[in-house]
T-cell receptor, first 111, second 113 residues
Framework: DVKVTQSSRYLVKRTGEKVFLECVQD?????MFWYRQDPGLGLRLIYFSYDVKMKEKGDIPEGYSVSREKKERFSLILESASTNQTSMYLC??????????FGEGSRLTVL | GQQLNQSPQSMFIQEGEDVSMNCTSSSIFNTWLWYKQDPGEGPVLLIA?????ELTSNGRLTAQFGITRKDSFLNISASIPSDVGIYFC?????????????FGKGMKLTVNP
C-alpha cells in the first residue's frame, strides 16, 4: 500500500517561531510537493521537488522554504511563522505526471 | 492563472440516490483526476483519466474525460453514508509535470441515512 506520512497531524505555534513540517514517502517517487489548503481557496502549490537537492517554487512560496536531502523525505520550513500561515498543509508525491498521492495533512495553527 | 469550475459546490442527498458532479475549464487538459477528501484527512485518488472520451468505473464510481478535453464528470451511484466528504477534480495542463495540476474548489457531499 502506498504511503505518504506527515510527521505531525496537529501543531500549534506562536508568531515568529520556526516550524518544520516533515513528509516521508515509501513509494520511491521522484516527485514531491507541498500544498496548503484553505476554505474557499482550494489547494495551492507552495514548493515542489523533482529530485534530491532540487526545489522549485510553486504558486505561493513566500514565507516558506523546503529541503530535500533524501529522495523519500521532503520538509517544509516556516522560518518565522505568521498568523496568515494558519492552514492545512498537504504533502504529496508522484511517480510520474498526474497521479498525486497525498499524506493525511498537518493542521497548523499560528497564534 | 488556470481555473477549473467545479459544480455543484455542495449536495445534500438521501442514501441510495445517485450523485453527479462535473468540472469545466476554458483550458485543455491531458489528464483528469478525481479525489475524495474525508474531514481532517488528505485527498485520496479515486479515478484517473488519460484520454479524451475515456469512461472509467471504479465500483459505484464512474468518471469520463470530456471529448473536448476541457471537462470531466464523476457519478456516484446508490450513495451510502461513507460517501460523505469533499470531492475534487484536478486537471493536468499539457506543458509540464504534476506541478501543472489545477484543482477544482471541491464539492461537499452530505448523505442522509
Amino acid at each position: 500500500d502506498v504511503k505518504v506520512t506527515q510527521s505531525s497531524r496537529y501543531l500549534v505555534k506562536r508568531t515568529g517561531e520556526k516550524v518544520f513540517l516533515e513528509c516521508v514517502q515509501d513509494m520511491d517517487h521522484e516527485n514531491m510537493f507541498w500544498y496548503r489548503q484553505d476554505p474557499g481557496l482550494g489547494l495551492r502549490l507552495i514548493y515542489f521537488s523533482y529530485d534530491v537537492k532540487m526545489k522549485e517554487k510553486g504558486d505561493i512560496p513566500e514565507g516558506y522554504s523546503v529541503s530535500r536531502e533524501k529522495k523519500e523525505r521532503f520538509s517544509l520550513i516556516l522560518e518565522s511563522a505568521s498568523t496568515n500561515q494558519t492552514s492545512m498543509y498537504l504533502c504529496a508525491s508522484s511517480f510520474w505526471v498526474g497521479e498525486l498521492f497525498f499524506g493525511e495533512g498537518s493542521r497548523l495553527t499560528v497564534l | 492563472g488556470q481555473q477549473l469550475n467545479q459544480s455543484p459546490q455542495s449536495m445534500f442527498i438521501q442514501e441510495g440516490e445517485d450523485v453527479s458532479m462535473n468540472c469545466t475549464s476554458s483550458s485543455i487538459f491531458n489528464t483528469w483526476l478525481w479525489y475524495k477528501q474525508d474531514p481532517g484527512e488528505g485527498p485520496v485518488l479515486l479515478i484517473a483519466l488519460y484520454k479524451a472520451g475515456e469512461l472509467t468505473s471504479n465500483g459505484r464510481l464512474t468518471a469520463q474525460f470530456g471529448i473536448t478535453r476541457k471537462d470531466s464528470f464523476l457519478n456516484i451511484s446508490a450513495s451510502i453514508p461513507s460517501d460523505v466528504g469533499i470531492y475534487f477534480c484536478a486537471g493536468q495542463l499539457p506543458q509540464g509535470g504534476s506541478e501543472k495540476l489545477v484543482f477544482g474548489k471541491g464539492m461537499k457531499l452530505t448523505v442522509n441515512p
